[in-house]
């Protein structure tokens, strides 16, 4: 079964950036249109960015518009979230997924914004 991986969080003050990555086992799912979710403690699953099968970015959730750019390299079975201008409401478990046929959730990246 296919498994995402993603990696790129960490802790960093507002105002500064982090590349998130996420890497699927198999390269066929990342011609399908992907997402970026993020989920906050005590708060639901959030979708945050949508990227077409060819690489055009198709959603951006209100509050990181601007800020985030989601990005794919298919060769490489990777999805990118690159996220600039951080805020300390951006602090979440970020996830990436399939959007059509959701896949085994992967344990996500934390990401951490300071004030």
């Known amino acids: 079964q296919v498994q995402l991986v993603e990696s790129g969080g960490g802790l960093v003050q507002a105002g500064e950036s982090l590349t998130l990555s996420c890497v699927a086992s198999?390269?066929?799912?990342?011609?399908?249109?992907m997402d970026w979710y993020r989920q906050a403690p005590g708060k639901q699953r959030q979708l945050v960015a949508t990227?077409?099968?060819?690489?055009?970015?198709?959603y951006y959730t209100d509050s990181v518009k601007g800020r985030f750019t989601i990005s794919r390299d298919n060769a490489k079975n990777t999805v990118y979230l690159q996220m600039n201008s951080l805020k300390p409401e951006d602090t979440a478990v970020y996830y990436c997924?399939?959007?059509?046929?959701?896949?085994?959730w992967g344990r996500g990246t934390q990401v951490t914004v300071s004030s």
């Open positions: 997924n399939r959007r059509f046929g959701t896949i085994p």
């Open positions: 198999e390269s066929t799912f990342n011609s399908n249109t």
């Open positions: 990227i077409g099968g060819s690489g055009t970015p198709i």
